[in-house]
């Protein structure tokens, strides 16, 4: 069945785009009110993969109430993950990642003034305290790629119940970068560039050093391995006082 288009709802708006399931909608609320607050994001569409843990509108409801968000569409998406790599580790069958994002495209966000693709456990900074769209729309072809740093499940003091982002701040410097992000103006990136979940294909665009995202493994289910349960050195951690002190905005400003 053709649908109707939804590209009007979000026409020059800066947009937030994920795939979720059964994440605390705590972390919900806290990722989109850091991306409102920390990078101008007006909007957010979100595809909820089947959670049992609450309904389409509890999320929308948490969404809508967020300070700076304007538009909020949920779009149910109850369809197979797909495995986790295939021979070799090879990821050749996430189909709900890029099905997903085609949909987002094609559907919603031709005319969105710019679209951050991140995960409930995601929080992008930029070292000049830029909106990351701003990067995004002065580069060539309107995109921008930049990496990650993992986020240890390690905090100061004991946490009690479900965790905020800003219980957690230290990293592990000899830990290799986790996988890269984007963020593009869809109005001109071109047409036959493919948004994929690590990359925009064909392109080859350096990484921005400008732009790292912090992926915060204590801010997660586990439902893919057992993030939270590994074993953490503290000897090895370095406090990343960057993403501490943007997340403590919320509270000195709430």
């Known amino acids: ?3 109707e288009s939804g590209q009007e709802l979000f026409a020059g708006h800066r947009v937030l785009v994920t795939l979720s399931k059964n994440n605390d909608l705590l972390w919900v609320e806290e990722w989109a009110e850091y991306y409102a607050r920390e990078h101008g994001t007006s909007a957010v569409l979100f595809y909820d993969n089947g959670s049992d843990a609450y309904t389409p509108e509890d999320i929308l409801s948490t969404l809508s109430r967020v300070p700076g968000i304007e538009v909020v569409v949920v779009v149910p998406w109850n369809f197979p993950y797909g495995p986790g790599g295939g021979p070799a580790v090879r990821w050749d069958s996430d189909y709900c990642q890029y099905s ?6 094609r559907r919603y966000l031709a005319r969105a003034s710019g679209v951050l693709s991140v995960d409930i456990d995601e929080l992008v900074l930029t070292a000049d305290g830029r909106a990351v769209y701003a ?7 309107g995109a921008v790629v930049f ?7 390690a905090s100061e ?29 869809p109005r001109r990136l071109p ?8 990359s925009l294909n064909p392109l080859q665009l350096d990484v921005d050093p400008e732009i790292l995202h912090r992926h915060f493994k204590g801010v997660n289910t586990d439902w ?24 403590a905005r919320r509270r000195r400003s709430a």
């Open 1 to 3: 069945m053709v649908q």
């Open 100 to 105: 997903v994002l085609e949909h987002a495209r």
């Open 135 to 141: 990067h995004a729309s002065e580069a060539r072809y």
């Open 147 to 153: 990496q990650g740093r993992w986020i240890e499940k």
């Open 157 to 185: 003091e004991a946490v009690e119940g479900v965790p905020s982002f800003a219980d957690y701040f230290h990293y592990d410097p000899t830990l290799k970068a986790t996988t890269k992000k984007w963020c593009i103006d």
């Open 191 to 198: 047409g036959s560039v493919q948004w994929r979940v690590h």
């Open 224 to 247: 893919k391995y057992r993030r939270k349960a590994a074993v953490v050195d503290p000897e090895r951690l370095v406090a990343d006082l960057d993403i501490r002190d943007a997340v």
